[in-house]
């Protein structure tokens, strides 16, 4: 089947870093990827579409110039989080839909200090 | 209102026991619907899809009603393993997914 592999599993930083998240599909070509936010307690929140060779789409209420997606091949998307904040610490994690139905990543649980 | 509303719970149920999930959704354009599990801290996984003519899989019976925009989950004979917080999804345009919060299972012995 496919598989999205996510990485880094965990992160801590400090306030005011940037943290690269990246989303490789290891056996298909991942033309889209979601990118989801999870807080405790509450659901999967999506937060932007990317799309292989253009500009992702943003839902409404997510700074596009805070989370930086990149989508410049086939295996491969990244959501940078720019100059982190506490309340930016959630479980970040992204999806691709495929033949089989949609294949998640395993999750980034990221924590500012 | 919540696109997606479950109750959150927790149900804590026996080992052996018939636990009933419900959840409604708000778009009536939704095209695809959905049932995963999510374990703690872990990435959801799809537990199953879920048909208007009603579909089931092992212990798992899901249920769709269209016109009241309402779907169900059933699980008979609960496991220990059965423990998680299941997630109703409902697939809109676009092949975008939206969650429910999920409604939280244990099971105990």
């Known amino acids: 089947g496919a598989v999205v592999s996510q990485h880094p599993s965990w992160v801590i930083c400090k306030s005011g870093t940037s943290v690269k998240i990246e989303c490789r599909s290891l056996d298909f070509q991942a033309t889209t990827m979601f990118w989801y936010r999870q807080f405790p307690k509450q659901s999967l929140m999506l937060m932007a579409t990317s799309n292989e060779g253009s500009k992702a789409t943003y839902e409404q209420g997510v700074e596009k110039d805070k989370f930086l997606i990149n989508h410049a091949s086939l295996t491969l998307s990244t959501l940078t989080v720019t100059s982190a904040h506490p309340e930016d610490s959630s479980f970040y994690i992204c999806?691709?839909?495929?033949?089989?139905?949609?294949?998640f990543g395993s999750g980034t649980r990221l924590t500012v200090v | 209102r919540k696109e997606v509303e479950q109750d959150p719970g927790p149900f804590n149920v026996p080992e052996g026991a018939t636990v009933a999930f419900n959840c409604t959704y708000s778009?009536?354009?939704?095209?695809?619907f959905f049932w995963y599990r999510q374990d703690c801290r872990k990435e959801p996984k799809l537990l199953m899809s879920v048909y208007s003519s009603g579909n089931e899989d092992g212990r798992f019976t899901a249920q769709l009603n269209r016109a009241s925009q309402y779907i169900s989950l059933l699980i008979r004979d609960s496991k220990l393993s059965d423990s998680a917080t299941y997630l109703c999804v409902v697939g809109e345009y676009g092949n975008k997914l939206v969650f429910g919060a999920g409604t939280i299972l244990r099971v105990k012995s």
């Open positions: 999806s691709a839909p495929t033949n089989y139905g949609y294949t």
């Open positions: 778009n009536s354009a939704s095209q695809s």
